[in-house]
């Protein structure tokens, strides 16, 4: 079913753009214009066929996929089209992409910020990591999100340096931390590895701070988002250790962040196995 209103429109609310410029930290958005809505609306086809894809490849019990968190993604789907169009984190022609190439623009012509930067590590909600060694290209997306607000980018990077620097079964049984171990500590399995972790390079997928202010985007109402009854019903019925309903908001648009980036990567590059949402529907692998 298609929104209401579209990614393009959205783009051409000025209202809708200054919200997100007050609470979406980490990026810098351009101004609106015509090419920057074709980019958004071109998008739309792209990202409903890959997160299907990603559903039947991730999620193969079908039960899951009526879930409530997942319909929060569909039904938003359109909201990171125009988001990520107007921070110029994608190709400017998408209907020009196969589905096996990536969506997101080198870093030559993009705009992403490194997590490192202008205090980034502080921030919550959705990072990336890419590439530059071995495949010039980004690789995984990932997301942090917490009540206490200390679950953020930079903690994440340093609890990924930490598996990364250890042979235990978690780190051997995963895709990214096998073919990116640390240099001192990781396994030595040159043929198992692209690159080291030290070298990934950890960039801004989508950022917020409570400090900051979230009220845009926990607004159920005219805010950046889209929030059902259906999807607020659902955030009501989970307890996730007595998590305000702002936080449980905040937990799901980090998430949303995450898979979306996740649906940007070319999926031969892409080293994660992970389904998203895990706070909602659980823990689901490709082999489930």
């Not at 997942?70 to 992409?97: E, M, Q, Y």
């Not at 903690?155 to 990364?164: C, F, N, S």
Request: proline residues 2%; charged residues 20%; hydrophobic residues 40%.
């Amino acid at each position: 079913q298609e929104p209401e209103v579209g990614a393009a429109t959205l783009i051409g609310n000025q209202g809708w753009v200054d919200m997100c410029k007050s609470d979406v930290l980490g990026v810098l958005f351009q101004t609106p214009s015509q090419s920057i809505k074709a980019t958004a609306a071109g998008l739309r086809p792209l990202t409903l066929e890959r997160f299907q894809n990603h559903l039947d490849r991730r999620i193969q019990r079908k039960e899951i996929h009526n879930h409530a968190s997942i319909r929060f993604v569909w039904d938003n789907l359109h909201v990171c089209d125009a988001l990520v169009a107007l921070a110029g984190h994608v190709k400017t022609d998408p209907s020009a992409t196969k589905s096996s190439m990536s969506l997101l623009r080198s870093l030559q012509a993009s705009t992403h910020q490194t997590v490192a930067e202008d205090g980034n590590s502080a921030l919550m909600g959705a990072y990336l990591y890419h590439d530059p060694v071995a495949l010039d290209a980004f690789i995984r997306s990932g997301s942090a999100c917490n009540e206490a607000g200390d679950a953020t980018m930079g903690a994440r990077d340093k609890k990924h340096a930490q598996i990364a620097a250890s042979q235990t079964l978690e780190a051997m049984k995963s895709t990214f931390y096998s073919k990116y171990p640390k240099r001192s500590g990781g396994h030595g399995n040159n043929k198992l590895r692209n690159a080291y972790f030290d070298e990934l390079v950890q960039y801004v997928a989508m950022g917020f701070n409570k400090e900051n202010g979230v009220e845009n985007i926990a607004k159920e109402e005219d805010g950046i988002f889209v929030w059902s009854v259906r999807t607020l019903k659902m955030l009501e019925r989970t307890k996730m250790n007595g998590y305000s309903t702002e936080s449980k908001k905040l937990v799901l648009v980090a998430y949303l962040f995450e898979l979306y980036y996740d649906l940007l990567i070319a999926p031969s590059f892409n080293v994660s196995e992970s389904a998203g949402l895990e706070r909602f529907i659980g823990v689901f692998t490709k082999e489930n």
